[in-house]
């Protein structure tokens, strides 16, 4: 039977291999850090943070979404489809806000990097970082209530939060490039060779977690923007209509978009195990004793 539900289950449906990878991934990279106290480090922490952040999605967000849309398809319980929706909303709200702004965090964390140099390490510690993760919940949770219990109501604050975190992301990543790129023209210009080879090494290095973060960044990007786009598009609705009931093809839209979003919880660990050479070693060792 096909009807106008068909295509949400269908998107729905997607979501399952992502979640698999979501879950085995991000819990391969947490248990390589626990693993491995020697990544700890205040750049480190936020992947961290990402990453049980992006378990959750797999564990929770990814699953109950399915079952909601499984349970509107056949009309079952009302009441159950209900709480189902709600949960998912509340759930896919919170976990993508609290991933989106950390990952958003990693720019500015490498910003202070190449600006602070050695008062980084001062300015910038664990502690403080692990508090920030710690404190992003709570502004996430009230956001995400209010859309749990308004549908469409997050979208009206989340929709300009996150084109401003684009913005000042693309601000943050131009002045780091700038950066870099002085110091690299700075370190070809040395006249000791003792002095070049260091200064290599450190610019390198600087040059790579540049890169690192925004392969990170880019791929948030391609997954957040259809979401902006759609959440962008159900606010001109609502000025419009003064209501959030949206046409079909717009909520599916919609919903097509959050699959997207749910989808960088899986690309992040890859990532992390394919551009991070620290992590990637850690990963492999992880690996290695459990299929042995």
Request: net charge positive.
């Amino acid at each position: 039977m096909f009807n106008n539900t068909t295509p949400f289950v269908i998107n729905a449906a997607i979501n399952f291999p992502f979640y698999v990878l979501a879950i085995v991934g991000n819990l391969l990279i947490l248990v390589s850090f626990a693993r491995t106290p020697s990544l700890v480090s205040p750049s480190n922490v936020l992947l961290i943070g990402l990453a049980l952040t992006d378990l959750c999605v797999g564990l929770i967000v990814q699953p109950a979404y399915i079952a909601w849309k499984i349970h509107q398809h056949f009309q079952q319980d009302p009441t159950l489809v209900g709480f189902l929706g709600r949960a998912t909303r509340f759930a896919s709200s919170l976990l993508c806000g609290v991933s989106y702004i950390i990952v958003s965090s990693l720019s500015v964390d490498r910003f202070l990097a190449v600006h602070l140099h050695l008062r980084y390490h001062e300015i910038v510690t664990v502690r403080r970082v692990a508090f920030f993760c710690a404190f992003v919940w709570f502004p996430c949770s009230v956001a995400s209530s209010l859309g749990a219990w308004k549908y469409g109501y997050f979208e009206l604050f989340s929709a300009p939060f996150v084109g401003i975190c684009l913005l000042l992301n693309a601000v943050l990543y131009s002045k780091i490039y700038r950066v870099v790129r002085r110091h690299q023209l700075q370190v070809w210009n040395q006249v000791t060779v003792f002095q070049s080879t260091a200064q290599i090494i450190i610019s390198t290095g600087l040059k790579n977690s540049f890169i690192n973060i925004f392969y990170l960044y880019i791929i948030c990007l391609i997954c957040y923007v259809p979401y902006m786009t759609t959440a962008f598009i159900s606010i001109l609705h609502f000025q419009q209509r003064g209501d959030m009931h949206t046409p079909v093809s717009v909520t599916l839209a919609f919903e097509v978009s959050w699959t997207i979003t749910f989808i960088n919880s899986s690309f992040n660990p890859l990532l992390f195990s394919w551009r991070l050479k620290n992590i990637r070693a850690a990963v492999k060792r992880t690996l290695k004793d459990l299929l042995c």
